[in-house]
């Protein structure tokens, strides 16, 4: 079965730096895309940032980048110099086929970022 | 934009109560999706709709069910509310073409407090 794994349950890091956000993945398709969404206090998921398994560039997305490594099944997120307003939860999620051609995502348990000022 | 709305932020209950989620989308998706989330389980999938009057369950199915009679509505449907639903639900849609036609784009979630 598809799995999302994020293994850092908080994070913290100061205004204006950059911060790096894990995720791994686990599938057999060849054919997959990888999501991360954002999810301030207020609780609704805000789509970031898309790559595709056949994308040979990384995403980006203005101060987003997702840093895509394939052979070792990771997604990371990189936001460029934080602000106060990153402040929220990260969730990546992984697209997965069923049956009849239909897709549904999977996600990862989450990362809590904190930007300090 | 895509704009998608559900009828309630907040919602308190009573354990064995019939509860109504709504959901709106105004992009003409094809597809919709009812996810719950809960602290340290991420989101997980409960149904999910490719088409009207079409529905197809989704991970954690049991004690929920749905009903999409119109392509912009996607209802969520708890038979007899128990307090284990006690979560926040999120409603999502796609358009289902192209590259990022699985990109889902979600409502403002609902949370629900089940007593």
């Known amino acids: 079965a598809q799995k999302i794994t994020q293994t850092q349950p908080g994070m913290f890091v100061q205004e204006k730096e950059a911060v790096t956000l894990d995720c791994t993945y686990d599938?057999?398709?060849?054919?997959?895309?990888l999501f991360w969404y954002k999810q301030p206090s207020s609780g609704e998921m805000i789509f970031l940032i898309y790559q595709g398994s056949y994308d040979e560039q990384n995403a980006t997305e203005g101060r987003y980048s997702l840093n895509f490594q394939k052979a070792r099944k990771s997604a990371n997120l990189v936001i460029s110099a934080s602000q106060l307003g990153d402040s929220a939860m990260y969730f990546c999620a992984m697209r997965e086929y069923l049956l009849g051609g239909y897709n549904k995502l999977i996600f990862g348990a989450g990362t809590r970022l904190a930007v300090h000022p | 934009d895509v704009k998608v709305t559900q009828s309630s932020r907040y919602l308190v209950k009573r354990t064995g109560e019939k509860v109504f989620l709504e959901c709106v989308q105004d992009m003409d998706h094809e597809n919709m999706f009812w996810y719950r989330q809960d602290p340290g389980l991420g989101l997980r999938l409960i149904y999910f709709s490719y088409d009207v009057k079409m529905k197809e369950k989704g991970d954690i199915p049991e004690g929920y069910s749905v009903s999409r009679e119109k392509k912009e509505r996607f209802s969520l449907i708890l038979e007899s509310a128990s307090t284990n639903q006690t979560s926040m639900y999120l409603c999502?849609?796609?358009?289902?073409?192209?590259?990022?036609?699985?990109?889902?784009?979600f409502g403002p979630g609902t949370r629900l407090l089940v007593l």
């Open positions: 599938t057999s398709d060849q054919s997959y895309g």
């Open positions: 999502a849609s796609s358009s289902g073409q192209g590259a990022l036609g699985e990109t889902q784009y």
